[in-house]
């Protein structure tokens, strides 16, 4: 790494968000042309990037840091390596053409400066997740991309169904990114590192820590909501409210492979454990079948290909969880494919919405003469989707078959379920690239023709690239696979791909039972959607409404909460305060069993004892008192007897303090009970007082307890001889005590100012509300006698 790479890296990782602060004056000055010269950011990326590819293909590594919170660990800090080089590329170079879609597809849309902000902002935030080293860091992008996608899936904010989508997508993958959190929490006090790259090099120690479980749940529960597996994969085909360069954009290389790229990223000191090669091929198992079919079932085009993703999702993971070497490899092949083939489809489902007037497949035909740059690119990349030579889908389909059928456990069983997912998804393949374009014309709402270069490059270029890369397959493997496997597995990787097949072997022979299966399934593709549409109406539930009952159980309980806890009413509220203020001081050295000692009794002399028989006394008073007037003037005993005892002990400057607080306090609190109309007495029942006198013993034993643990801890007396030394020389005041409380505790005392005038305030006002009550209850009783007087004249 030259001296100003990196430099240069945060400023690539850092680009997209200063794009976004550019993108809307952009458009106001240049309209949708203004994608031309903002797509310039992404390939800038795209390009730096691609320099690491070389060093990364030969092993090297490399890191960059800068400080950000040092107090608290975190920095600024990026590590570049096989895996997060080919994500970068992904983002980067697919987001070139995204941003350049997003110009032509929104074509004079009020909001299009505001939709490629956003969209600048996404890119960052995956950018950022991919590359961040720091895993305070890395968590703080992951969150990012959750809101960023809020705001893209709710861009069209007037819409129920988009702000539900958003919604909904925000509440699943940030409520996963919460327990990402506490996983990384634990793993940061497990290895003493957080940097990713440090914690990758801590070996078995996270494997074999007692908290491994913990941690692997913790961190499942980030990835799988990420990245849509079941039952959390919902909320990604209702993200298909979002405009469609969203949509390519967030199936393609970004947000949905977060948590494949986290469970990629923490393979090589999480994977490899009988939980981890247990849980991840089940669910990713079921997430591609529950996907595939749910996809077979859609007629939109959007849909289609979102349950498809769902599918190729679960695919990922079902691979990296069987930790084998070439079914990791297999999962390395997909992914990159699936980033091409998924972007580009999406692409021309838009293109053709755009075009069109609809994306009902069935409302679709004969669109190959009136969009054929479109046909091409669908054709190409269906194909590649479809898992046909000569592309980049084939050879990941056939690596991937060569990884589960060499499985040591579970061969069959994974095998069958791959060859199923793989067939239905050339079903969706061949329904994408064939069924808008082939047969007769079909009536559509707007006159179909080609759409616009901004349109079309993308789909084409991504298309090509899948062809490309198959046919340079040993390129392909060496700079951009072979590294990526080296991440994942922790040690170095020799990959070697070829697109023609050496030898008739099972993956091949797999491939052709892949296809011939999906043929027979495409030529009956209406009648298994009816089938697959009773099924699910039979079942009638789904995680999609148990979503919706789970918030609206959640806005219940608050309400009922709501209803207990804010009843309106001071006495309720002064004894829930206090009721926790006790627990939270006797419950820590209940459960710890860590009691301070009881103190001997001390030797008070006659005066002492007098001062604390008035204490009691005045307790005593307190309780019995008839009226609250005299309950009020009772307490301030407690506070005089205190100051007695502070003067006593040679405190005159505190106990001053003390005699004046009380003074003020017994004064205003008697004033104010003579003018606000309450009740002289105390008129509750026996068990609600009995409440209140609990948690009051439980309140005053508590702080009796933190005074007891305090005076037998041994004393420090720095802050004491801070105090008396500079009280003086700093201060220039003879009397420590004021000195601190007006100059090295003057923002705590201004403070405390404030408090008292705004409840002197609020009194004010209440006073006020009651004066006001009664002149009106009084205007109220003159007029009415005043009616009734006039009644006996007007009689007469």
Same mark, same amino acid.
């Given at each position: 790494?030259?001296?100003?790479?990196?430099?240069?890296?945060?400023?690539?990782?850092?680009?997209?968000?200063?794009?976004?602060?550019?993108?809307?004056?952009?458009?106001?000055?240049?309209?949708?042309?203004?994608?031309?010269?903002?797509?310039?950011?992404?390939?800038?990326?795209?390009? $730096?990037?691609?320099?690491?590819?070389?060093?990364?293909?030969?092993?090297?590594?490399?890191?960059?840091?800068?400080?950000?919170?040092?107090?608290?660990? !975190?920095?600024?800090?990026?590590?570049?390596?096989?895996?997060?080089?080919?994500?970068?590329?992904?983002?980067?170079?697919?987001?070139?053409?995204?941003?350049?879609?997003?110009?032509?597809?929104?074509?004079?849309?009020?909001?299009?400066?505001?939709?490629?902000?956003?969209?600048?902002?996404?890119?960052?935030?995956?950018?950022?997740?991919?590359?961040? *080293?720091?895993? /305070?860091?890395?968590?703080?992008?992951?969150? &990012?991309?959750?809101?960023?996608?809020?705001?893209?899936?709710?861009? *069209?904010?007037?819409?129920?169904?988009?702000?539900?989508?958003?919604?909904?997508?925000?509440?699943?993958?940030?409520?996963?990114?919460?327990?990402?959190?506490?996983?990384?929490?634990?793993?940061?006090?497990?290895?003493?590192?957080?940097?990713?790259?440090?914690? &990758?090099?801590?070996?078995?120690?996270?494997?074999?820590?007692?908290?491994?479980?913990?941690?692997?749940?913790?961190?499942?529960?980030?990835?799988?909501?990420?990245?849509?597996?079941?039952?959390?994969?919902?909320?990604?085909?209702?993200?298909?409210?979002?405009?469609?360069?969203?949509?390519?954009?967030? $199936?393609?290389?970004?947000?949905?492979?977060?948590?494949?790229?986290?469970?990629?990223?923490?393979?090589?000191?999480?994977?490899?454990?009988?939980?981890?090669?247990?849980?991840?091929?089940?669910?990713?198992?079921?997430?591609?079948?529950?996907?595939?079919?749910?996809? +077979?079932?859609?007629? *939109?085009?959007?849909?289609?290909?979102?349950?498809?993703?769902?599918?190729?999702?679960?695919?990922?993971?079902?691979?990296?969880?069987?930790?084998?070497?070439?079914?990791?490899?297999?999962?390395?092949?997909?992914?990159?494919?699936?980033?091409?083939?998924?972007?580009?489809?999406?692409?021309?489902?838009?293109?053709? *919405?755009?075009?069109?007037?609809?994306?009902?497949?069935?409302?679709?035909?004969?669109?190959?003469?009136?969009?054929?740059?479109?046909?091409?690119?669908?054709?190409?990349?269906?194909?590649?989707?479809?898992?046909?030579?000569?592309?980049?889908?084939?050879?990941?389909?056939?690596?991937?078959?060569?990884?589960?059928?060499?499985?040591?456990?579970?061969?069959?069983?994974?095998?069958?379920?791959?060859?199923?997912?793989?067939?239905?998804?050339?079903?969706?393949?061949?329904?994408?690239?064939?069924?808008?374009?082939?047969?007769?014309?079909?009536?559509?709402?707007? $006159?179909?023709?080609?759409?616009?270069?901004?349109?079309?490059?993308?789909?084409?270029?991504?298309?090509?690239?899948?062809?490309?890369?198959?046919?340079?397959?040993?390129?392909?493997?060496?700079?951009?696979?072979?590294?990526?496997?080296?991440?994942?597995?922790?040690?170095?990787?020799?990959?070697?791909?070829?697109?023609?097949?050496?030898?008739?072997?099972?993956?091949?022979?797999?491939?052709?039972?892949?296809?011939?299966?999906?043929?027979?399934?495409?030529?009956?593709?209406?009648?298994?959607?009816?089938?697959?549409?009773?099924?699910?109406?039979?079942?009638?539930?789904?995680?999609?409404?148990?979503?919706?009952?789970?918030?609206?159980?959640?806005?219940? /309980?608050?309400? !009922?909460?709501?209803?207990?806890?804010?009843?309106?009413?001071?006495?309720?509220?002064? +004894?829930?305060?206090?009721?926790?203020?006790?627990?939270?001081?006797?419950?820590?050295?209940?459960?710890?069993?860590?009691?301070?000692?009881?103190?001997?009794?001390?030797?008070?002399?006659?005066?002492?004892?007098? +001062?604390?028989?008035?204490?009691?006394?005045?307790?005593?008073?307190?309780? !019995?008192?008839?009226?609250?007037?005299?309950?009020?003037?009772?307490?301030?005993?407690?506070?005089?007897?205190?100051?007695?005892?502070?003067?006593?002990?040679?405190?005159?400057?505190?106990?001053?303090?003390?005699?004046?607080?009380?003074?003020?306090?017994?004064?205003?609190?008697?004033?104010?009970?003579?003018?606000?109309?309450?009740?002289?007495?105390? $008129?509750?029942?026996?068990?609600?007082?009995?409440?209140?006198?609990?948690?009051?013993?439980?309140?005053?034993?508590?702080?009796?307890?933190?005074?007891?643990?305090?005076?037998?801890?041994?004393?420090?007396?720095?802050?004491?001889?801070?105090?008396?030394?500079?009280?003086?020389?700093?201060?220039?005041?003879?009397?420590?005590?004021? !000195?601190?409380?007006?100059?090295?505790?003057?923002?705590?005392?201004?403070?405390?100012?404030?408090?008292?005038?705004?409840?002197?305030?609020?009194?004010?006002?209440? /006073?006020?509300?009651?004066?006001?009550?009664?002149?009106?209850?009084?205007?109220?009783?003159?007029?009415?006698?005043?009616?009734?007087?006039?009644?006996? +004249?007007?009689?007469?």
């Amino acid at each position: 790494m030259t001296p100003a790479a990196p430099d240069m890296t945060i400023l690539a990782v850092l680009a997209p968000f200063a794009a976004a602060a550019i993108a809307p004056f952009a458009v106001r000055i240049l309209k949708h042309n203004a994608a031309w010269p903002l797509a310039l950011v992404p390939f800038l990326i795209f390009a $730096h990037f691609a320099g690491f590819v070389s060093g990364v293909s030969q092993g090297q590594t490399f890191t960059v840091a800068r400080e950000w919170v040092p107090a608290y660990g !975190v920095s600024l800090s990026f590590y570049i390596d096989g895996l997060s080089t080919l994500f970068a590329l992904l983002i980067s170079g697919i987001g070139t053409f995204i941003i350049l879609y997003a110009g032509g597809y929104l074509k004079g849309h009020p909001q299009q400066g505001r939709f490629l902000s956003f969209l600048f902002l996404f890119m960052g935030a995956m950018l950022g997740l991919v590359t961040a *080293d720091n895993l /305070i860091t890395l968590f703080i992008f992951w969150e &990012l991309t959750s809101i960023t996608s809020f705001l893209l899936i709710g861009f *069209d904010h007037l819409r129920a169904a988009s702000r539900r989508a958003a919604l909904q997508a925000l509440l699943v993958t940030g409520g996963g990114g919460l327990a990402l959190l506490a996983g990384f929490l634990l793993i940061i006090q497990i290895t003493g590192e957080i940097e990713m790259s440090k914690v &990758l090099a801590s070996g078995d120690v996270l494997r074999g820590s007692a908290l491994y479980l913990p941690v692997f749940l913790l961190v499942l529960g980030g990835a799988f909501t990420k990245s849509a597996q079941f039952p959390f994969h919902f909320w990604l085909p209702n993200a298909m409210e979002a405009p469609t360069p969203v949509s390519a954009f967030l $199936h393609s290389a970004t947000m949905v492979k977060a948590g494949v790229y986290l469970l990629m990223r923490v393979h090589p000191v999480l994977g490899g454990t009988d939980i981890w090669m247990t849980v991840l091929p089940l669910f990713g198992g079921v997430t591609l079948l529950v996907g595939t079919l749910l996809a +077979v079932r859609q007629t *939109d085009l959007k849909l289609m290909l979102a349950y498809t993703t769902v599918a190729s999702l679960g695919l990922l993971v079902m691979l990296t969880g069987t930790s084998n070497e070439k079914a990791l490899e297999g999962a390395v092949l997909y992914l990159f494919a699936h980033s091409l083939f998924k972007g580009a489809l999406f692409m021309v489902a838009g293109t053709i *919405d755009h075009e069109a007037g609809t994306r009902d497949v069935t409302k679709l035909g004969g669109l190959r003469k009136a969009m054929p740059i479109t046909f091409a690119a669908a054709a190409l990349a269906g194909l590649s989707m479809a898992g046909l030579p000569p592309f980049i889908g084939f050879i990941a389909k056939e690596v991937l078959y060569y990884g589960t059928w060499g499985l040591p456990q579970g061969a069959m069983l994974l095998t069958v379920v791959a060859v199923i997912g793989n067939a239905l998804m050339l079903v969706i393949a061949a329904a994408v690239a064939i069924k808008p374009f082939f047969g007769p014309e079909v009536h559509t709402p707007k $006159h179909a023709h080609e759409g616009p270069v901004l349109l079309w490059v993308g789909p084409v270029v991504l298309s090509l690239t899948g062809l490309a890369a198959a046919m340079m397959a040993h390129t392909t493997g060496e700079l951009f696979i072979g590294p990526m496997l080296s991440s994942l597995k922790g040690t170095p990787a020799i990959v070697e791909l070829h697109l023609i097949p050496g030898y008739i072997s099972a993956p091949l022979i797999l491939s052709i039972i892949t296809v011939a299966l999906g043929v027979v399934l495409f030529l009956q593709l209406d009648r298994l959607r009816g089938i697959i549409a009773s099924i699910l109406a039979a079942i009638g539930w789904g995680p999609d409404r148990g979503f919706d009952q789970v918030v609206a159980a959640i806005v219940w /309980i608050s309400a !009922v909460v709501t209803r207990l806890l804010q009843g309106g009413k001071m006495q309720t509220y002064m +004894v829930l305060t206090f009721a926790v203020t006790g627990a939270a001081l006797l419950l820590p050295p209940y459960l710890m069993g860590s009691f301070p000692a009881v103190p001997a009794w001390p030797e008070f002399r006659f005066y002492e004892w007098a +001062v604390i028989a008035i204490a009691v006394l005045g307790l005593g008073a307190v309780l !019995v008192a008839k009226t609250r007037l005299t309950a009020i003037v009772s307490l301030g005993i407690q506070g005089f007897a205190v100051a007695t005892l502070f003067m006593l002990f040679g405190a005159p400057d505190l106990s001053f303090t003390q005699f004046m607080i009380e003074t003020l306090s017994v004064v205003v609190l008697a004033l104010v009970m003579t003018r606000l109309n309450l009740s002289p007495r105390d $008129h509750r029942p026996f068990g609600a007082k009995l409440v209140t006198g609990i948690v009051a013993a439980s309140v005053g034993a508590g702080f009796a307890l933190v005074l007891m643990a305090v005076t037998q801890s041994p004393f420090d007396a720095r802050l004491s001889e801070f105090f008396t030394q500079y009280s003086r020389a700093i201060a220039h005041g003879r009397n420590i005590v004021n !000195v601190i409380i007006v100059d090295f505790r003057g923002f705590d005392t201004l403070g405390e100012i404030a408090v008292v005038v705004l409840t002197g305030l609020a009194v004010l006002g209440l /006073i006020r509300i009651q004066t006001k009550t009664h002149a009106g209850e009084a205007s109220a009783k003159t007029t009415k006698a005043a009616k009734s007087a006039r009644k006996p +004249v007007e009689a007469r």
